[in-house]
C-alpha cells in the first residue's frame, strides 16, 4: 500500500493518546480481541471473527464509521483503501465517571454482581475522551492522505449493537466459574507498565516524554474509590507523587531535594477544589520533577563526590571550602579536591562559586532583597567579592544585571531555582 509510512505514523500518533488501534483482515482466520477483552469476560465463549464479519455485512467504502456499542464503548473504524482490511480505533469512553457506566450496563444487561470490581476497572482503563473533535480532526487528516482529498469519504456516527453469538453470563448455569482473574490481571499488568515507563522518563529528566504519559493517564479518567470526584482526583494526585518521587530517586537525586519538592505538592494538592485543578496540578508536578532530575541527578558521581554535591545545594551559607569538606568527609584536601576536579571537570571552588552565582541571579529575578542581603544568602557575606565574583560570571555587576534584566515572576522558576536560570544567562 502507497500510504504504509502514513499508516505507521498515524498509528503511533494513536498509541501516544494512549488509543488502541488494530488492523483487522478479512481475509484472516483470526480476529484479535478489539475490545481489549470486555466480550471474553461477559461471554462463555466470544468468537471475535464472527463478530468482527458480521459487522461488515453492511459496511460501506470510502466512509469513516464513528460508532458507540451497548456496552457505552466508542470506536472509529473504516476500510483501508486498495485492502481487505480495517482499521479500528478504540475502545474509548466519552464518560469520566466508569462506575455510572459500570452500573448502567449492569441493569441493562443482567451482568452479575460479581463481575462489577473488574468492569469497573476496565472502563477505569479506557481512555476518556470527553471531546471527540482533536480526534475527529487527526481521522480526517489522515483520510486525506490515504484517499486523496477531503471529497473522496464522508463520516457516520451511528449506535452499533454488535451481533452476539454467545450466551451471556446471566444465563450460564450456576456451576459456570469464569475466569474472573483474566481482565484484572490484564489491566493491572498494563497499568504497572505505564507507571514504569513514567518513572524512567522521569528518571531521565524528559519533560516532554513524561507530561504526554500524565496526559494519558487524565485522558483515561480516574477512578471511582469515593462519591466525590474532588477526594478521587486528591487521592490519585498522592499516587501520582509518590510515583514522581520515585522516578526522582532513580535519577540518582538525593532524598533532601525530593522530600523538600514532594511535600510542597503534598500541600498543594489538598488545595485542590476541582477536578481541572487537579489535572493542572498534574502538569505542574511532572514538570517540576524532571527538572529537579536535570538540576541535581549525581548519575556518574562517586559516593564521595554525590556527598559533596548535596552538602553544597543543601546550604550555600555553610563552610564549603576544600578545606572544611575533606575534614567533614575524613580525607586528604588533596585527595577530594582531585576527585571532584575528574569527576566534574572544574575545581571545588569553581564550582561552588557557580552554584552561589546561579541562586544570586535567581534572588535578583525574583525578589526585592537588597543586593548585599541577597550576597549573605548565597554564601558571601563580603558584598564587594561578591559583586567582583558576580560580574567575573555574568560579566555585570548584580546592580547593572538588576536594571538591565526584565524580572521574572517566581512561578517562572523550578522548586530549585536552577532551571530557567540557565535560560537567562549562560556563565563564562
Known sequence: MHYEPELMFFRKLLENFHLNSNILDAAA?????????????????????????ESLKDLKSNIVYCVSDEYLCSYIFFQLPETEQYLII????????????????????????????????YYTDLPFIADESTLLVLVNTFGEQIWGSMDCFSF???????????????????????????????????????????????????VHKAEMMVTNYSNQGIEDRMADPVRNMKNYTI???????????????????????????AKKLELINSVESGYALHQEMVRKYCLLVKNHSMKGY??????????????LTADLSLKAQ??????????????????????????????????????????????QTI???????????????????????????RENVSPYSAQNYSDDGQENNKKLYEIV
Open 29 to 53: 482466520d483470526v480476529v484479535p480481541e478489539f475490545d481489549l477483552g470486555l466480550r471474553r469476560l461477559l461471554f462463555s465463549e466470544p468468537d471475535y471473527f464472527y463478530l468482527f464479519h
Open 90 to 121: 478504540g475502545p474509548y469512553t466519552r464518560s469520566d465517571h466508569p462506575l455510572r457506566v459500570v452500573t448502567s450496563c449492569a441493569e441493562r444487561l443482567s451482568i452479575p454482581a460479581r463481575l462489577l470490581p473488574q468492569l469497573e476497572k
Open 156 to 206: 457516520e456516527t451511528t449506535e452499533r449493537t454488535i451481533p452476539r453469538n454467545s450466551d451471556s453470563l446471566a444465563m450460564r448455569p450456576e456451576n459456570y466459574e469464569p475466569e474472573d482473574a483474566f481482565l484484572s490481571m490484564q489491566i493491572l499488568e498494563e497499568r504497572y507498565a505505564s507507571e514504569n515507563r513514567l518513572i524512567q522518563a522521569v528518571s531521565q529528566g524528559l
Open 239 to 265: 499516587i501520582l507523587n509518590t510515583l514522581l518521587r520515585k522516578g526522582a530517586e532513580a535519577g540518582a537525586v538525593h532524598p533532601l531535594h525530593i522530600d523538600s519538592l514532594s511535600t510542597k505538592f
Open 302 to 315: 562517586s559516593l564521595l563526590v554525590r556527598k559533596v554535591l548535596t552538602r553544597i545545594d543543601y546550604d
Open 326 to 371: 575533606a575534614d567533614f568527609l575524613n580525607v586528604t584536601a588533596s585527595y577530594l579536591s582531585t576527585l571532584f576536579k575528574k569527576e566534574t571537570g572544574m575545581t571545588l571552588t569553581e564550582y561552588v562559586n557557580r552554584k552561589r552565582i546561579e541562586h544570586a541571579v535567581f534572588l535578583l529575578n525574583t525578589t526585592k532583597m537588597q543586593i
Open 375 to 401: 550576597a549573605q544568602y548565597c554564601g558571601i557575606p563580603d558584598v564587594n567579592y561578591f559583586t567582583k565574583t558576580f560580574k567575573k560570571y555574568i560579566q555585570q555587576t548584580p546592580k547593572e544585571y
